[in-house]
């Protein structure tokens, strides 16, 4: 509450100061203004009729182009002519602009009418880009940058951040975390690949909003005034330590000088399950696990009864959904519903909607801009009410304190709410896969079932998460002579979680409908309730000081030279509790609950400081320099490896304003080379005090009584390192840009090269006699190269303007260091391509009986199971030994195995196409990946996978090979082997080529369909512009991968990752909640 207290103060003294006027004594106002004459308004001093038409370059006539005097509320627009008419005072000045043109002003003198000719707004290369402390023209860059402009954010009803830049940037990859869809997932994202292998350190780009480090998703996207990437360690090495691998830059809104401006949008969205798998009936679904337990030697899981019971329901013949035996209803195998248990939990067209209002406005002297956010979504679980909720309100204000001082202060608040059942946080999305269709959801008394799991989502308690952010920044900014600011800025955000969960008792219903108390899950017995709460707070400070000063000649030579100091502090502490028992579970918290009190908490800090310089020239924006120097210390080394120094330089050359370049100037008239190199460190370790030994502290855990109670005890102190020290990432950059045929066609292409030295490895592997964990040290290289590609078509065709835009990236790992003398390839070796996927040659199916034994004849495949026969994979010998096996699971010594795939995403890449006419507006946003192969496994790919109990039954299971006679009709090109239960399952799934998947995928990630009103019509309403849009997201797919998984969800399975080193890339098999397809209606208005 605090919080909006501040806010409205603030507009209350924005508007205060701008219903002052300037009386000529010193008093200011936020509101240019046109003098009057002594008693007598505007409207009467001098006036005059200004007639006109505006054309464009073509000579076509542009319609709704609007025509304002600058500083008043005096305007039109043009007709369908392109003819004006307006009474403006004399000495005026006429602003006329008109989307897709470059605005113009008109002095008003003795003209009677007009003739305006708009350019097209095409001169890309003049765009200022913002850099590391400043900005610079594009003309001008160096360094591999790309910039993203609001308009590319606020027209997409996107909940983050993140969704509106998938497949925006080339080189900024998003991905999909490992929970999929939930609403407070937040995806995962690297500029150019990943840098490290995750062993002890992380390569996140670092997110600076308004120069502060931040959370880009904590940012309302309406509020983005632009965008920029910095990917080469020529744009990023100005930010240190903290940006090795990138630095993504977001600037928000701010006032502008002119009349008071309010806006209101909303959009109201509606979301639906995108790929969920189609479930057998029950019919099918007993015949195929009769058929894998026949496979597999085993009796039937349906005996006839039972079938004839299925089949009896499904024809309707009867209605109850199971029967009772010993007073309690029948599940699994003794049941005889047709549950699809992804309709029953998935629900459709789930509503969220979103609303944002800003007031902003200000003068030569003072701009504010105030603006608010509330999100509310509804998830698509139906039985989890899963719901996410955002607040923010952001406040910034500019002033010119004197002549000389600027003023910049911004204060952000935001809050999440995260509310969803606690028991969708275990295992449910894994147990859903695995639901057997013939358990009804409901007992004929109409109570849940217990294999239903909804009484648990329902009743079993919830998991609320709230988080509150809360940014103060100030900036002043000193010009004490031309051409010479220095700068000083003061940083604070405070970060407050709070989540409380727990477990509350469920019950389900005997044939008698008697309530009987259920487990919850497997830790939490009959009864057993539970309530937790854990709380964590963080506070980060930051300030910059810097100074700048450039200077020019007459003769074209630009100078600019900038000196600074950075440092940042970032405190943590957190703690949480724990108690089973409640007394009443209609009171879960801490103080209700009286048995197996747990408690913890950690507090940790760390604190970087750097000292920078750069240095730019440029002769004529034809060739150009920088250099950056950054001088960086960090607490998470020991003294004598704390400091670093990382320098970088870049150059650029462009050719199109050499004079030999002449007459292709009509053709092509920019076209800048560029190259950079550099070095950064890297102290981003996922310890933070590495060189301090730490003792593991457990309250009462002690294996003896002290006094009738157990001891607090600690553990013996790890080893450390005292070698840590920083990772070294060097990288070079060769890169062009063009524009051609006046910049309607513009493009850029960069290739890279970056090394990560030093990494933080695994440990040196030790005896098990030394008894403590060894420690980690910087023992490994990994090497990073590709491309991106940026194109961009912009024209008009009479009335109609449109634009084309197509994106490419491309990035691999390869690690040329790492302590693996064994050469095993189940975890990282030198010369190990980053997402290497090891597998066999798959042959093909045995169709007979005798036809396996012919092949057994040849190969032995004896080690990887037994019992072959029709319908079992035939598998390749590779090295020509006779049989097929692992080998010693080295690289030389691998067997049958090797590399048959990657799992690395490929050639990103994403299409913008647009097009606007008379007020209408269109634009479809395509984003995919080029190449990627996914190694799948478990029971969604499967199916059957060894026991009942973890299988699965799909549609898309049910073409698996069937012999001639079988009941369920002969299968002999079946694409899957038979289906099996037992010890020797797993014999068909190994990793082979013939279950390897195509990853590739396109996807219209969005199409929006709007109007805007003509001004003439909703000027007489008072309102500025007004627009109307509706936009669909995720509406198609085109993939050739399983059709039970979305390509974007699925992280493929590392088999080989038994020791957690890359813990981004863990299975989930598809069990995951789904994204959504969305439809969504919006409004835009101005006033």
Same mark, same amino acid.
């Not at 900036?475 to 727990?502: D, S």
């Not at 190969?859 to 049989?883: E, F, P, R, T």
């Given at each position: 509450m605090k919080n909006w207290n501040v806010a409205f103060a603030l507009l209350f003294l924005f508007s205060a100061a701008q219903s002052k006027a300037d009386t000529g004594k010193g008093e200011e106002t936020l509101s240019p203004t046109i003098k009057e004459s002594a008693g007598l308004p505007i409207a009467q001093q001098n006036e005059r009729t200004i007639k006109g038409i505006v054309k464009d370059a073509t000579g076509e006539t542009v319609i709704g182009a609007n025509v304002s005097v600058v500083g008043?509320?005096?305007?039109?627009?043009?007709?369908?002519?392109?003819?004006?008419?307006?009474?403006?005072?004399?000495?005026?000045?006429?602003?006329?602009?008109?989307?897709?043109?470059?605005? #113009?002003? #008109?002095?008003?003198?003795?003209?009677?009418?007009?003739?305006?000719?708009?350019?097209?707004?095409?001169?890309?290369?003049?765009?200022?880009?913002?850099?590391?402390?400043?900005?610079?023209?594009?003309?001008?860059?160096?360094?591999?940058?790309?910039?993203?402009?609001?308009?590319?954010?606020?027209?997409?009803?996107?909940?983050?951040?993140?969704?509106?830049?998938?497949? #925006?940037?080339?080189?900024?990859?998003?991905?999909?975390?490992?929970?999929?869809?939930?609403?407070?997932?937040?995806?995962?994202?690297?500029?150019?690949?990943?840098?490290?292998?995750?062993?002890?350190?992380?390569?996140?780009?670092?997110?600076?909003?308004?120069?502060?480090?931040?959370?880009?998703?904590?940012?309302?996207?309406?509020?983005?005034?632009?965008?920029?990437?910095?990917?080469?360690?020529?744009?990023?090495?100005?930010?240190?330590?903290?940006?090795?691998?990138?630095?993504?830059?977001?600037?928000?809104?701010?006032?502008?000088?002119?009349?008071?401006?309010?806006?209101?949008?909303?959009?109201?969205?509606?979301?639906?399950?995108?790929?969920?798998?189609?479930?057998?009936?029950?019919y099918d679904f007993a015949r195929y696990f009769n058929a894998a337990a026949a496979n597999g030697g085993q009796q039937a899981v349906f005996n006839q009864e039972a079938l004839d019971r299925i089949v009896a329901y499904q024809k309707g013949e009867i209605t109850a959904g199971t029967v009772a035996n010993n007073g309690n209803w029948q599940e699994y195998g003794g049941a005889n519903a047709n549950t699809d248990w992804f309709g029953e939990h998935y629900r459709h067209w789930s509503p969220s909607h979103e609303h944002n209002i800003s007031v902003s406005g200000g003068n030569e002297k003072v701009n504010y801009m105030v603006s608010g956010n509330f999100m509310d979504q509804r998830g698509m679980l139906k039985h989890s009410d899963d719901s996410y909720k955002r607040f923010s309100?952001?406040?910034?204000?500019?002033?010119?304190?004197?002549?000389?001082?600027?003023?910049?202060?911004?204060?952000?608040?935001?809050?999440?709410?995260?509310?969803?059942?606690?028991?969708?946080?275990?295992?449910?999305?894994?147990?859903?896969?695995?639901?057997?269709?013939?358990?009804?959801?409901?007992?004929?008394?109409?109570?849940?079932?217990?294999?239903?799991?909804?009484?648990?989502?329902?009743?079993?308690? &919830?998991?609320?998460?709230?988080?509150?952010?809360?940014?103060?920044?100030?900036?002043?900014?000193?010009?004490?002579?031309?051409?010479?600011?220095?700068?000083?800025?003061?940083?604070?955000?405070?970060?407050?979680?709070?989540?409380?969960?727990?477990?509350?008792?469920?019950?389900?219903?005997?044939?008698?409908?008697?309530?009987?108390?259920?487990?919850?899950?497997?830790?939490?017995?009959?009864?057993?309730?539970?309530?937790?709460?854990?709380?964590?707070?963080?506070?980060?400070?930051?300030?910059?000081?810097?100074?700048?000063?450039?200077?020019?000649?007459?003769?074209?030579?630009?100078?600019?030279?900038?000196?600074?100091?950075?440092?940042?502090?970032?405190?943590?502490?957190?703690?949480w509790g724990s108690r089973q028992g409640l007394i009443s579970p209609t009171v879960p918290y801490l103080t209700t609950a009286t048995t197996n009190m747990k408690n913890g908490g950690e507090k940790n800090e760390w604190s970087t400081a750097g000292f920078f310089g750069r240095l730019n020239y440029n002769y004529k924006e034809r060739y150009m320099a920088e250099v950056n120097m950054r001088y960086d210390g960090t607490s998470r080394f020991l003294d004598d490896q704390r400091w670093g120094f990382f320098p970088s330089f870049s150059v650029g050359w462009n050719i199109a304003r050499e004079d030999f370049w002449g007459n292709w100037s009509d053709y092509v008239n920019e076209f800048k080379l560029r190259g950079s190199w550099g070095e950064l460190g890297n102290q981003n370790t996922t310890d933070i005090y590495p060189f301090f030994p730490s003792m593991d502290i457990g309250a009462g855990n002690g294996d003896w009584l002290v006094n009738g109670a157990q001891p607090t005890t600690a553990k013996m102190p790890g080893l450390v390192s005292s070698l840590m020290t920083w990772e070294t990432v060097r990288s070079w950059n060769i890169g062009l840009d063009f524009g051609a045929l006046n910049n309607r066609l513009t493009g850029s292409f960069d290739y890279f090269k970056r090394q990560t030295l030093d990494m933080v490895g695994p440990a040196p592997e030790l005896p098990v006699t030394l008894g403590a964990d060894v420690p980690k040290i910087n023992n490994a290289d990994m090497e990073s190269?590709?491309?991106?590609?940026?194109?961009?078509?912009?024209?008009?065709?009479?009335?109609?303007?449109?634009? #084309?835009?197509?994106?490419?990236?491309?990035? &691999?790992?390869?690690?040329?260091?790492?302590?693996?003398?064994?050469?095993?390839?189940?975890?990282?070796?030198?010369?190990?391509?980053?997402?290497?996927?090891?597998?066999?040659?798959?042959?093909?199916?045995?169709?007979?009986?005798?036809?396996?034994?012919?092949?057994?004849?040849?190969?032995?495949?004896?080690?990887?199971?037994?019992?072959?026969?029709?319908?079992?994979?035939?598998?390749?010998?590779?090295?020509?030994?006779?049989?097929?096996?692992?080998?010693?699971?080295?690289?030389?010594?691998?067997?049958?195995?090797?590399?048959?795939?990657?799992?690395?995403?490929?050639?990103?890449?994403?299409?913008?196409? @647009?097009?606007?006419?008379?007020?209408? @507006?269109?634009?479809?946003?395509?984003?995919?990946?080029?190449?990627?192969?996914?190694?799948?496994g478990g029971p969604y790919f499967w199916g059957a996978v060894g026991g009942m109990w973890q299988s699965a039954g799909f549609v898309d299971h049910l073409d698996y090979f069937r012999p001639e006679g079988d009941e369920m009709g002969a299968n002999l090109d079946a694409y899957y082997p038979r289906p099996l239960f037992g010890n020797d399952a797993t014999r068909n799934q190994k990793t082979q080529t013939g279950y390897l998947q195509n990853g590739a995928y396109i996807r219209m990630k969005n199409i929006q369909l709007g109007y805007t009103f003509p001004k003439q019509w909703i000027s007489k309403i008072g309102l500025q512009s007004f627009r109307v849009y509706i936009s669909g997201d995720n509406l198609f797919t085109i993939t050739k991968m399983a059709k039970m998984f979305d390509p974007e969800t699925v992280s493929g399975r590392t088999w080989w990752d038994t020791n957690n080193t890359e813990p981004d890339n863990l299975d989930n098999n598809g069990k995951v909640y789904p994204l959504s397809k969305v439809i969504s209606f919006g409004i835009n208005v101005n006033f």
């Open positions: 008043t509320t005096i305007g039109t627009v043009t007709d369908v002519e392109g003819n004006f008419s307006l009474k403006v005072p004399a000495g005026a000045t006429l602003k006329i602009s008109f989307i897709g043109y470059k605005d #113009v002003d #008109v002095k008003i003198t003795n003209q009677q009418t007009l003739d305006i000719i708009l350019e097209d707004d095409s001169q890309a290369l003049d765009e200022v880009v913002v850099v590391g402390f400043g900005s610079q023209k594009k003309v001008n860059v160096t360094g591999a940058v790309s910039m993203v402009k609001a308009e590319a954010l606020a027209d997409r009803p996107v909940a983050n951040v993140s969704q509106a830049l998938q497949g #925006v940037v080339p080189g900024l990859n998003f991905s999909v975390p490992m929970g999929g869809g939930e609403l407070d997932n937040e995806m995962k994202f690297n500029i150019r690949g990943s840098g490290s292998i995750g062993s002890g350190s992380n390569a996140s780009p670092l997110v600076l909003i308004d120069g502060m480090e931040g959370d880009m998703n904590t940012i309302n996207p309406q509020d983005i005034e632009n965008i920029s990437i910095l990917k080469d360690a020529a744009a990023s090495s100005i930010y240190g330590s903290r940006a090795p691998f990138g630095v993504i830059l977001i600037t928000t809104k701010s006032g502008k000088s002119g009349r008071v401006t309010i806006n209101y949008n909303n959009n109201i969205r509606f979301s639906d399950p995108l790929k969920v798998p189609e479930m057998m009936n029950s309100l952001n406040a910034k204000l500019g002033a010119e304190i004197t002549k000389y001082i600027r003023m910049n202060y911004t204060s952000r608040w935001v809050r999440n709410d995260y509310d969803k059942s606690y028991y969708q946080t275990g295992l449910f999305f894994h147990n859903l896969a695995r639901r057997w269709p013939t358990i009804p959801v409901t007992d004929p008394n109409g109570h849940y079932m217990p294999g239903s799991e909804i009484i648990q989502l329902e009743d079993g308690g &919830r998991d609320n998460k709230s988080t509150d952010y809360l940014t103060q920044q100030m900036q002043l900014v000193i010009e004490p002579i031309k051409n010479w600011k220095i700068t000083a800025e003061g940083n604070f955000r405070t970060e407050n979680m709070n989540r409380e969960y727990g477990v509350l008792p469920v019950y389900n219903y005997n044939e008698k409908n008697e309530p009987q108390l259920m487990k919850f899950d497997e830790s939490h017995g009959p009864g057993i309730t539970e309530f937790n709460k854990s709380t964590n707070k963080r506070n980060y400070f930051t300030m910059n000081f810097f100074t700048d000063y450039f200077y020019q000649t007459e003769n074209g030579h630009y100078f600019k030279g900038m000196v600074g100091f950075n440092a940042e502090l970032n405190k943590f502490n957190s703690m190269y590709g491309f991106d590609l940026e194109l961009s078509w912009r024209d008009r065709i009479g009335k109609v303007s449109y634009g #084309v835009k197509a994106i490419m990236s491309d990035a &691999r790992q390869k690690i040329t260091r790492y302590p693996n003398e064994t050469m095993k390839y189940s975890t990282w070796y030198a010369g190990k391509m980053d997402g290497e996927i090891w597998g066999f040659k798959t042959i093909g199916i045995a169709k007979t009986q005798e036809e396996m034994d012919a092949h057994l004849a040849k190969v032995d495949q004896s080690a990887l199971g037994k019992n072959w026969g029709a319908g079992d994979i035939m598998y390749a010998d590779i090295n020509g030994d006779g049989k097929v096996d692992e080998g010693a699971g080295q690289v030389g010594d691998s067997g049958d195995k090797k590399v048959i795939g990657n799992n690395t995403p490929r050639y990103n890449y994403g299409i913008t196409l @647009d097009a606007s006419w008379n007020g209408f @507006d269109i634009s479809a946003f395509f984003q995919g990946v080029g190449k990627r192969d996914v190694e799948v």
